[in-house]
């Protein structure tokens, strides 16, 4: 079946487009810049000889018909791109109406061109557009599942800072999507997933001065292993297993018109740092020794806060990467990095 994806030069598409591939999809990758083509093409050579893998450039996706040629003849649509930068002058300009416009030009693009081999169109939202605390951090008063909302608002969103934006970027994107379908009465349905912090190895481009914003958490403690903030206690997903979910998506009903929270567990910057300094000191020992995640995870696990039933309900096959394992491959793939810049 044919997909068109966005995003693939990034953090999250890029592991997507691996998945897609490895799951023998025929993928048509819409980018905005055709030299990120050539890193892309040289790690997929076999997909790109067999037709399996081309290119379509959409240089700004918030362009009217911006995709009405990219959706043609797809299957599927899987709706990564979307701008995770904390370092904006204009938080409408640079987050808010890429993220809204970006996602309802694709939909739109399908009503006009595709309506009738589009079946299903895969976002990736965020739990950002859950979590409606003011501060990142679970405290476990109050459960988060699929039912809750953020309450962030455009107008605020104006005037407050990046990440307030960024959030509030992700959660009018995902209303739109569920708006535009019901107001189309769309025959297409949408999966929705909400993942929360995405660490894991980086198959984007990358250099240790590009890495993508999430990863850079991990990246910045590994350059200072001080933690701001004791109480912090949030989840996370490896990169590797979100992609799988993307995929995973792609026909199964039990994922059709849902939203789900892609997710295993808990992390928080303490457990962070302790791994940090283990691998620090230890390195490729402690990596291959025994996982500790259970016993770097007790407080955090104890705190709770998030309801992380429906991922495995529809996901029954996804097993998840230790909490160890993802944080140690980043910090492998950083030390790489550092090493060649
Ligand atoms: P990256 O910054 O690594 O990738 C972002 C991708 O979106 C790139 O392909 C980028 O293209 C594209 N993009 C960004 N802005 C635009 C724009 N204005 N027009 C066209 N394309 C654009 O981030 P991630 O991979 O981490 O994020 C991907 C998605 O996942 C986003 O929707 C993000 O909100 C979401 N997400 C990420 C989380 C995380 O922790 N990483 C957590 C929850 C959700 P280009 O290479 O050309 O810049």
């Known amino acids: 079946p044919k997909v068109l994806l966005t995003g693939s030069t990034g953090f999250i598409g890029a592991a997507v487009l691996a998945e897609l591939i490895a799951k023998d999809y025929t993928v048509v990758a819409a980018i905005r810049s055709a030299s990120k083509a ?3 093409k040289a790690q997929h050579p076999d997909a790109v000889a067999s037709g399996k893998l081309t290119f379509v450039i959409v240089l700004d996706i918030t362009a009217p018909g911006a995709f009405d040629e990219a959706v043609k003849g797809a299957e599927y649509v899987v709706h990564v791109a979307s701008p995770f ?5 204009d938080n409408e300009k640079d987050l808010l109406v890429p993220a809204r416009e970006g996602t309802l030009g694709v939909l739109r693009s399908i009503q006009k061109n595709a309506k009738d081999t589009v079946k299903q169109v895969v976002i990736t939202a965020s739990f950002a557009s859950v979590f409606d605390g003011p501060v990142y951090i679970l405290k476990g008063d109050r459960i988060y599942d699929e039912s809750v909302w953020c309450k962030n608002t455009w107008e605020e969103a104006v005037k407050k800072d ?7 970027s992700k959660l009018v994107a995902e209303q739109a999507a569920w708006d535009f379908q019901k107001a189309e009465n769309a025959k297409f349905a949408i999966t929705v997933l909400n993942p929360p912090f995405v660490f894991g190895p980086m198959y984007q481009q990358v250099t240790a001065s590009t890495v993508n914003t999430s990863n850079q958490i991990i990246q910045g403690f590994n350059k200072t292993p001080e933690n701001p903030d004791p109480e912090h206690s949030f989840i996370e997903v490896d990169v590797r297993d979100l992609a799988y979910a993307h995929v995973a998506a792609l026909g199964n009903p039990k994922a059709e018109n849902q939203r789900i929270i892609v997710s295993p567990g808990y992390f928080s910057y303490s457990s962070l740092i302790e791994i940090i300094k283990k691998y620090q000191a230890e390195g490729e020992a402690y990596a291959k020794g025994p ?3 259970d016993e770097l995870l007790k407080r955090e696990r104890a705190i709770g806060g998030a309801n992380l039933a429906k991922v495995k309900e529809v996901f029954p096959d996804l097993k998840f990467h230790s909490y160890k394992d993802t944080v140690v491959d980043t910090l492998r793939q950083l030390k790489e990095l550092e090493a060649a810049a």
């Open 162 to 168: 990046a990440s307030y934006a960024y959030a509030t």
């Open 85 to 89: 930068v904390l370092n904006v002058s």
């Open 38 to 40: 050539e890193y892309i």
């Open 291 to 293: 996982d500790d995640s």
